[in-house]
């Protein structure tokens, strides 16, 4: 007989099934938690809806047996043009989650990030995968800069990702009416939402604390550590005092590749390519900072244009092979992918985000052979067309 778990994986058919198959597993607190977008969650629908503008011409009889979608970026060759997104605490939503995603995107061949607000040690995750990324909340203290670009150097990061789109963080209504907060409370109606989900609670909840005690976010600073029950963890998102000056710094300081995660303006990457970016994620954060924030397809093209040598990496959204198609030819080198990997460590952690990464490599392969083009750099502006009416749903 199938374990449960395995049943669960193979009726995983696309990537939006595994937030299905999470939800049921999931307190409703921490589902939202990971599911939900800021305010009233107009950017975060938009994102989806954004890929409905477009549909595809396929080109037919083209021989596209030889086709493969390796790319490179930052002077490694990736198996996919896409990536793990960085997502902080994590280990609240999967057991080990951090590590779970680590590994199996190392498995696949494809780039993790890991998040800075997250409670596995960053020297731990280097050696699950030692070609992760980190995706940094940096203080703009020039000495706590230092320090830090010094740990992540240490534990042999070769891409800094600076996230920029949190000088504060965002209203999250959702997220507080299903009550999640951080720090996390204890209220009653937590603590129900947790023991009505037994599977959480003792697969994840009480096994993090078994292995590691309260859980700390461990990567915010070079030392010190803040448990999520703590008040601290309330103010340690945003750094609206944050600058280009200090972005200026990090880049002069940090011998590997730097990247700006959280940009959605076309002058603003002409400031990151002037400051020596080496790539920038064109991202709204999945529609969880700025609600009416434009959806990264709509100003690809223009930031690609002031882009310049710089790789130009797209999220927020991406659900399916024709979505990571669609942003290619709109100007993307790459793109992330977050909330579906998250979802499939919640189902059946390292499994599970294989699992996941094989659903959209799988598309993006059919999608390559039905467009008749033999790899993501074949894929440019011509294949797109507007739709004739908008849709609903994509
Ligand atoms: C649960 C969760 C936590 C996140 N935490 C971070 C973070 O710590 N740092 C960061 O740069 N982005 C964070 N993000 C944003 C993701 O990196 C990414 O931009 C977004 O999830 C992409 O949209 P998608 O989830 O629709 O694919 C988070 C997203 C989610 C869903």
């Not at 083209?62 to 979608?69: E, F, K, L």
């Not at 209504?173 to 959480?200: C, E, I």
Request: with cysteine; aromatic share 8%.
């Amino acid at each position: 007989m199938q374990h449960p778990r395995e049943r669960a994986l193979s009726s995983a058919l696309d990537l939006d099934d595994f937030a299905r198959l999470a939800r049921r597993k999931l307190p409703k607190a921490v589902y939202g938690y990971v599911a939900n977008g800021a305010e009233a969650m107009v950017a975060r629908d938009n994102n989806r809806a954004a890929f409905g503008h477009w549909r595809m011409v396929t080109r037919v009889l083209r021989d596209v047996s030889a086709r493969s979608q390796e790319t490179t970026l930052f002077g490694k060759r990736y198996a996919a043009p896409f990536g793990i997104a960085p997502m902080g605490a994590s280990a609240v939503v999967a057991y080990d989650a951090d590590n779970a995603m680590a590994r199996a995107a190392r498995e696949a061949g494809i780039p993790y990030a890991l998040s800075a607000n997250s409670i596995t040690p960053l020297e731990e995750v280097a050696k699950s995968n030692p070609d992760s990324w980190f995706a940094a909340y940096q203080s703009p203290d020039p000495s706590k800069i230092e320090r830090m670009l010094g740990r992540v150097e240490a534990a042999g990061f070769d891409v800094y990702m600076l996230t920029v789109d949190v000088p504060v963080g965002s209203n999250r209504v959702n997220d507080k009416r299903a009550g999640y907060s951080m720090p996390l409370r204890p209220t009653p109606r937590l603590t129900w939402d947790g023991l009505t989900h037994p599977g959480w609670l003792a697969g994840t909840f009480a096994r993090t604390f078994l292995a590691r005690g309260v859980p700390e976010i461990s990567n915010l600073e070079a030392k010190g550590r803040i448990g999520i029950f703590s008040r601290e963890v309330a103010v340690i998102a945003g750094h609206d005092d944050f600058g280009w000056r200090e972005a200026e710094l990090i880049r002069k300081l940090w011998r590997g590749k730097f990247v700006i995660k959280g940009l959605l303006s076309a002058e603003d990457a002409r400031i990151a390519r002037d400051l020596g970016a080496d790539g920038v994620v064109v991202s709204n954060h999945g529609g969880r900072q700025l609600d009416s924030a434009v959806s990264p397809l709509e100003v690809l093209p223009e930031i690609r244009r002031e882009a310049g040598d710089m790789a130009v990496l797209c999220d927020s959204g991406f659900r399916h092979g024709s979505d990571v198609l669609k942003a290619l030819a709109l100007g993307a080198d790459f793109v992330l992918v977050g909330r579906p990997f998250l979802f499939a460590a919640a189902v059946a952690g390292e499994a599970g985000v294989q699992r996941a990464i094989g659903i959209l490599s799988k598309e993006i392969d059919i999608d390559l052979a039905l467009l008749g083009v033999d790899g993501p750099g074949d894929v440019g502006p011509e294949v797109l067309r507007e739709a004739m009416a908008p849709r609903r749903g994509v």
